[in-house]
């Protein structure tokens, strides 16, 4: 089903996003440093039963870039605004990665809008000190050599060595998708990333239905991150995605839409 493509000004930001369908609103919220085209599969497959809405975050894609810090809590209100502008009261919502930490945001601060929680390839611990020196490290990067510079250093980490070596078409197009990302967009959503807090006090008053989705092969954010989430929820359901590492949906499509379509299916809204 064709996606229709709006850019609009919500609060401070010029925000693009694809609609396609109708029925239960699910909003796909994309990981990082990617924009709303990774979800590209996932978006034409449920659209036949759902009306999927798969923003760009500030900074990333089409969306603009105001002198705001690109904190996690400050992308959910961006997608509030969103739903708001759309009169769209509760929604599926799905994020991987940086969706991820995106999604703990907004339902901490929403939770009656979220009638169902998809948490791909996340985790609900804070960056370690380790990690926020790396996440600094990699925003030098952006700034001296770009987005190619961070493409370069992420996409090995990003996609399993089987990608790599098989799908080159996907790598190519993760690539691209970095590529389109604006050097401070990538600084500032690293830095947003680095001072995130912790989740795992959200974890057991989560009441909506959940799934919880991981690549087998993820090294960022390994299996055990979500095995973790999926126990401190209640009521989550773990999948895990062969053949994958941290963007499971870009890797093997077909497994993560059979996972959603089936958690979707079964899910009463």
Not at 74 to 87: C, K, N, T, Y
Not at 133 to 146: T, Y
Request: hydrophobic letters at 45%.
């Amino acid at each position: 089903m064709g996606a229709v493509t709006m850019r609009k000004k919500i609060g401070e930001i010029e925000l693009a996003w694809d609609e396609a369908g109708q029925g239960m609103p699910v909003v796909l919220l994309h990981a990082f440093p990617l924009h709303r085209g990774m979800w590209t599969a996932q978006r034409e497959a449920l659209a036949r039963n759902y009306r999927v809405i798969t923003p760009d975050f500030r900074g990333h894609g089409e969306s603009s870039l105001p002198e705001e810090d690109s904190t996690m809590e400050r992308l959910a209100e961006d997608v509030r605004g969103l739903l708001d502008f759309l009169a769209v009261e509760r929604v599926v919502l799905a994020g991987l990665s940086m969706g991820g930490y995106v999604s703990f945001a907004f339902y901490r601060r929403c939770p009656e809008r979220v009638a169902a929680l998809i948490l791909a390839d996340t985790r609900a611990s804070a960056d370690t000190e380790e990690g926020r020196r790396g996440r600094e490290e990699l925003a030098a990067v952006a700034e001296k050599e770009g987005a190619a510079g961070v493409a370069e250093r992420m996409l090995p980490k990003l996609l399993s060595a089987s990608t790599h070596a098989e799908q080159p078409r996907v790598v190519a197009a993760a690539r691209e998708m970095i590529l389109t990302t604006s050097p401070a967009g990538i600084v500032r959503a690293l830095r947003g990333m680095a001072a995130r807090p912790a989740a795992f006090d959200l974890l057991p008053d989560i009441q909506c239905p959940t799934l919880v989705l991981v690549g087998a092969e993820d090294t960022l954010t390994p299996p055990a991150d979500s095995e973790a989430l999926a126990k401190a929820i209640p009521g989550a359901r773990l999948e895990v995605i062969p053949a994958a590492a941290h963007l499971s949906n870009l890797e093997q499509p077909a497994a993560f839409t059979r996972a959603l379509d089936a958690f979707l299916s079964r899910t009463p809204f």
